[in-house]
């Protein structure tokens, strides 16, 4: 497996074009006094499009991401992009961070140096990693799937022949939030002998269609509730995502106003805001990730992975999670699950209900999950010391 340096370095037409575009935006209508109860406000939308174009600068964005080291790979004919951080101290435990939609890797900026450097970060130097983020294929910086049947299971495939294969990990650990904790768990999974544990930050989706409804505690019974009345009132994103992603995408792939319009309202709605976007992301965070999008037209290729996996569910959906595993749940996050659901699919030796935080703790509380982070796979560090 080839195993290259890479660079972030957008060229300059791609940001001119943006710019060019983002002032060519054929403003929609809005309802007086709606806020954003028809979807993303339009008078947020437009100051925030106006500070991407005359304000929001990439390069200084670029020269920071690119203050990481980055690499891609060829993993089984696929271009893989990756961050890989080696970890300061004394045995670093390596562990791969997977990301979700609609982020990024740029998920996992603010936890990298605290997970690799934990002396200089509130923490002791047994507690380093090296750390690996790739960008899920046909996101960021990782080549877009030419081929139907890109799932989880598939994506899972891919992360453990590049840890493995290309990086020489033969033992590691996992951690992931969204798709991140559904690729997790098919690693745990399939490949048990290679994770030493793994730790989520919300318990995979699908698995509210598995339980039988005569065997529910009070508490689950509460969660699938919850969990059915979320998705007829907001899961309609997901629907169009899995059925029709290319209809949606031509839009959003032409317009950065559209694209900006349906993906921030996820990271206010999702997060811990309280309605207010900016007081849990800056705009620059909340642009940065948006012109990953932007630039590497892959809103499309996002996508997909709702396509696949619906179409083409993980043939071991049903079974039970023998690796070691750990939960930060934030009280704001989706749809929380309770402990007792989440010991039905894993095993569970770590559970931790967060005091505050949404969908994306990595960014929302990164100080909360690195100590958790930190605190599930301490007991378990001697069993990843044979790499």
């Not at 925030?48 to 174009?53: G, K, N, T, V």
């Not at 390069?59 to 990756?82: P, T, W």
Request: proline share 6%; charged share 25%; glycine share 8%.
């Amino acid at each position: 497996m080839g195993v290259k340096p890479f660079k972030i370095n957008l060229k300059q037409e791609i940001l001119d074009d943006l710019r060019a575009r983002l002032a060519r935006t054929r403003w929609t209508d809005e309802i007086a006094g709606a806020g954003w109860d028809y979807g993303t406000n339009l008078s947020y939308l437009k100051e925030l499009c106006s500070y991407w174009r005359n304000e929001f600068d990439w390069r200084r964005q670029e020269k920071y991401l690119n203050s990481f080291h980055h690499f891609r790979a060829d993993v089984d004919g696929l271009g893989i992009h990756f961050i890989h951080e080696r970890g300061r101290g004394k045995d670093p435990l390596p562990l791969l961070l997977i990301h979700g939609y609609p982020d990024s890797f740029f998920r996992f900026h603010k936890i990298i140096p605290m997970l690799t450097d934990p002396e200089n970060n509130g923490g002791k130097a047994q507690d380093a990693f090296d750390v690996v983020v790739p960008s899920i294929p046909g996101y960021g910086f990782s080549d877009r799937p030419k081929e139907k049947g890109m799932n989880t299971q598939r994506i899972a495939e891919l992360f453990a022949e590049l840890m493995i294969d290309g990086l020489d990990y033969n033992r590691f650990g996992g951690h992931g939030g969204d798709w991140g904790s559904s690729i997790t768990e098919q690693l745990a999974l399939n490949h048990a002998d290679s994770l030493i544990g793994i730790h989520l930050t919300d318990i995979p989706y699908h698995h509210l269609f598995q339980v039988p409804p005569k065997d529910l505690s009070g508490a689950e019974q509460k969660y699938l509730e919850a969990g059915k009345k979320w998705q007829m009132a907001e899961g309609a994103y997901a629907m169009i995502q899995a059925t029709r992603p290319q209809t949606l995408a031509s839009g959003l792939n032409d317009s950065p106003a559209g694209l900006a319009g349906w993906i921030i309202e996820k990271f206010r709605l999702w997060s811990d805001s309280g309605g207010d976007v900016e007081s849990r992301f800056t705009r620059d965070e909340l642009l940065t990730n948006l012109t990953i999008y932007w630039a590497t037209e892959t809103i499309n290729s996002s996508f997909r992975i709702y396509y696949e996996t619906m179409r083409n569910p993980p043939s071991n959906a049903a079974k039970r999670v023998a690796v070691p595993t750990g939960a930060a749940i934030a009280p704001k996050d989706l749809v929380p699950a309770p402990r007792a659901f989440a010991e039905r699919f894993f095993n569970l030796q770590h559970w931790t209900e967060l005091p505050r935080g949404g969908h994306f703790a990595a960014l929302e509380e990164p100080e909360l999950l690195v100590e958790d982070i930190r605190a599930f796979f301490r007991p378990l560090r001697n069993a990843g010391r044979s790499n």
